[in-house]
């Protein structure tokens, strides 16, 4: 009852104009289907890409994020091996310099057992020859004579004391002095 109300109100030409209108757009929706479909599905669209399009960029930010904090951890880890390997060194270039100066240390006592070895091995062979020549001194000296082959082994002997470090003493002072005035005689 109220709609029969409302509808004797409403004017007739108001009603064929509105009639007219929606069947106008009716009409037209129908034949424009394609491109109104069209329409809306490229609204559609545009916003599936656009809010793909946000989250592209949230995503991206995120990974930018992680990137970030990531970089952080890496340079500190970075730092960490650095400093390790920094230590590592120190350590390696200590140990080494530790291992040379044994090396220096065992090569310095080696060339001091040598060098002794040799003072005492000079003596000796200072003390033999010096004892040959005295001997041969003695010899020669109660003779007064000398034939040339005795006179050069007690020169060669004279030397070879020499190369043993054979400094001045009676070899030099008495001997070498005197054995060139004794008289040379020939060999028999």
């Known amino acids: 009852m109220i709609l029969k109300e409302n509808l004797a109100n409403v004017n007739p030409m108001i009603l064929t104009v509105s009639i007219t209108i929606i069947m106008f757009i009716v009409w037209f929706l129908v034949k424009n289907r ?3 479909s069209d329409l809306f599905n490229d609204l559609y669209n545009r916003k599936k890409n656009k809010e793909e399009l946000l989250q592209t960029i949230k995503d991206n930010q995120a990974d930018i994020k992680v990137i970030m904090e990531n970089r952080i951890h890496d340079r ?8 390790e ?12 310099s530790s291992i040379s100066k044994k090396i220096d240390d065992m090569q310095h006592n080696t060339n001091e057992r040598f060098m002794e070895s040799e003072r005492k091995n000079n003596k000796r062979i200072r ?7 005295s001997q041969s001194y003695r010899y020669y ?3 007064g004579k000398i034939n040339d082959m005795e006179l050069e082994a007690l020169e060669d002997l004279i030397e070879e004391y020499e190369s043993a470090d054979g400094k001045n003493s009676f070899v030099h002072s008495v001997v070498q002095k005197e054995m060139y005035t004794w008289k040379k005689i020939s060999q028999t």
């Open 127 to 133: 003390a033999e020859l010096k004892d040959k020549i």
């Open 76 to 83: 500190e880890q970075s730092l960490s091996i650095q400093k």
């Open 85 to 96: 390997l920094t230590e590592a060194q120190n350590k390696l270039s200590e140990s080494l």
């Open 34 to 36: 394609k491109m109104i």
């Open 141 to 143: 000296h109660s003779l």
